[in-house]
């Protein structure tokens, strides 16, 4: 496709449930970025892949959030035992690579909402 | 404290005028800045990168960066309706980002 894609572009589930989100990148991208944006909070880091593989997991808030890439495409971010501070907006992006300047694309988010 | 500070705004401007938005970052590792655009429920994207203090233009677009007071600035001239948006800082350091909070622009007719 022409750009970053993510499914759905809205989730409402029940305090407990577990969430799935997809991202499917742009096709040759080798990096994929997931962040979650809150209100006022700006962009918080939660994990990248360098192809298939997960370098830097440091931003995921805690256990309960887990992400993997498969052929070095789609990605999926799982939730489980959601709770209400896990709503937000969930951003994918992609990248050439990860060097300094390579620039991310983003896609339109998933908009979760834990009730 | 966070590593890049934004003010979240909302800023109000009426359309013509120069908006003027800025941040802040702590760590003077950061090498490349950048300034993204976020239109409501869409997601950002990139406006302006630089990697060496003073000024880049870009039609109505100036990227502003001062490493030695590590603040970074974008100015936006004859501001239009449709520049209304957040407009997002970003810094870089090893490939990593570190992204402000986002500023809510608001140009009023």
């Known amino acids: 496709g022409a750009g970053v894609s993510q499914s759905p572009s809205n989730k409402v589930t029940e305090k407990g449930k577990d969430v799935e989100l997809r991202c499917d990148p742009i096709s040759g991208h080798t990096a994929l970025y997931w962040y979650r944006q809150s209100l006022g909070q700006g962009l918080e880091f939660l994990i990248y892949f360098q192809g298939n593989s997960a370098p830097d997991k440091s931003g995921l808030p805690s256990d309960r959030f887990s992400a993997e890439r498969t052929g070095g495409s789609v990605?999926?971010?799982?939730?489980?035992?959601?709770?209400?501070?896990?709503?937000?907006?969930?951003?994918?992006?992609?990248?050439?690579?990860?060097?300094?300047?390579?620039?991310?694309?983003?896609?339109?988010?998933?908009?979760l909402t834990v009730l | 404290q966070k590593e890049v500070e934004q003010d979240p705004g909302p800023l109000s401007v009426p359309e013509g005028a120069i908006v003027s938005l800025n941040c802040t970052y702590s760590n003077s590792a950061?090498?490349?800045?950048?300034?993204?655009?976020?239109?409501?429920?869409?997601g950002p994207e990139l406006l302006m990168y630089t990697y060496s203090s003073g000024n880049k233009e870009d039609g109505r677009f100036t990227a502003q960066v001062d490493k030695?007071?590590?603040?970074?600035?974008?100015?936006?001239?004859?501001?239009?309706?449709?520049?209304?948006a957040t407009y997002l800082c970003a810094?870089?350091?090893?490939g990593k980002f570190q992204f402000g909070a986002g500023t809510q622009v608001v140009v009023t007719p």
Do not use: H
């Open chain 1, 75 to 111: 990605s999926t971010l799982t939730i489980q035992r959601t709770q209400q501070e896990d709503s937000a907006v969930y951003l994918c992006a992609s990248s050439f690579g990860t060097g300094n300047y390579n620039e991310q694309f983003f896609g339109p988010g998933t908009r």
């Open chain 2, 30 to 42: 950061f090498q490349y800045f950048m300034w993204y655009r976020q239109y409501s429920r869409k």
């Open chain 2, 68 to 84: 030695s007071s590590k603040y970074i600035s974008l100015f936006i001239r004859d501001s239009q309706p449709s520049d209304s």
């Open chain 2, 91 to 94: 810094v870089v350091s090893w």
